[in-house]
């Protein structure tokens, strides 16, 4: 049997950096990674040796479980129990302090994502989704053809697009999105409006309306919640057309008015995420050129959650 045990960055040996994160692509090596460590609180998981560790630092009103949650050494036999061990303190840590725990793993390969997914279901988390990032550059955007009957409506408040949000995302297979209430939409779009996923830009976000009533939307921010991206990026923050006018090509007219704007506005790179399994959408990108960046695991907890299976 192993024991938890508290660390600090200065107690990690090269050795057992090297082990525990050196399968992965982007581990940075032993000095600039036992760097990035300082500020979080480690917890880790030994037997003889140093086999997992996760560690927690404070973000506004939550813990953040840092991004390789939890590392786990390759090959370890046992790597469910230990990782769901890990998790277990982490919720007792937020517990403690009455906060949620946020949890974010990025891939550019997608496995260590959706292996990180699931040890967060199995640990209770409550929300796990993973969503793909997708991206395209503006050199060469869509032509617009003409479609009688349509035309577009600027948005400079997207809180007033609750409901038709609610409309559009209805039976998605994005269940985030799907299982939103016109009230969660409107906290949604309020906290566009008040630019916390990235400055939003009312010029590239429109109501699209065939013959007078509302078909569809697209709401846009600069360079959106992923402050890494440079400038000149734009983000799709949602788009959506409302069920029963499916499958005559709006979407497809919607993307491609979205880019074409973007372009005259001088941004040179568009990118979006969308659920891991919501397959039609994806494919709508694809054909319009975005293609697949990284794979984003989000999973969050909250203190009174009462901590059953999001599988069950």
């Not at 617009?144 to 349509?150: A, E, K, S, V, Y």
Request: proline share 8%.
């Amino acid at each position: 049997m192993g024991e938890i045990i508290r660390l600090g960055a200065d107690q990690l040996a090269d050795a057992d950096l090297d082990r525990l994160f050196g399968r992965y692509p982007w581990y940075p090596g032993a000095p600039a990674m036992r760097e990035r460590l300082v500020p979080a609180e480690l917890l880790g998981y030994r037997r003889d040796e140093l086999q997992g560790v996760i560690g927690l630092t404070g973000e506004r009103d939550q813990v953040m479980v840092e991004p390789w949650t939890p590392a786990i050494a390759a090959g370890l036999p046992d790597e469910d129990a230990v990782a769901l061990e890990l998790l277990e303190r982490a919720k007792e840590a937020a517990r403690a302090m009455g906060t949620g725990l946020l949890s974010i793993i990025r891939d550019r390969e997608g496995s260590r994502a959706r292996t990180q997914a699931r040890w967060l279901l199995d640990a209770g988390f409550p929300e796990v989704n993973i969503r793909v990032l997708m991206a395209r550059d503006l050199a060469d955007p869509p032509s617009l053809p003409d479609r009688p009957g349509l035309s577009y409506q600027s948005v400079p408040d997207p809180a007033v697009l609750a409901d038709t949000a609610q409309a559009c995302y209805a039976g998605s297979l994005d269940p985030l999105a799907a299982q939103l209430s016109s009230g969660g939409w409107l906290d949604r779009l309020r906290q566009l409006r008040e630019d916390r996923l990235g400055p939003y830009l009312p010029r590239l976000s429109e109501l699209l309306r065939l013959e007078s009533r509302p078909a569809g939307f697209y709401l846009a921010t600069d360079r959106g919640p992923a402050l890494r991206f440079p400038a000149g990026w734009v983000y799709l923050a949602d788009m959506g057309i409302i069920p029963e006018l499916r499958g005559q090509g709006l979407g497809a007219l919607l993307l491609g008015r979205f880019l074409a704007r973007s372009r005259e506005h001088g941004y040179d790179r568009a990118w979006l995420t969308v659920d891991d399994r919501n397959s039609p959408a994806q494919g709508l990108y694809r054909k319009s050129d975005f293609r697949p960046l990284e794979l984003v695991a989000v999973g969050r907890w909250n203190a009174g959650s009462a901590g059953p299976s999001a599988r069950s």
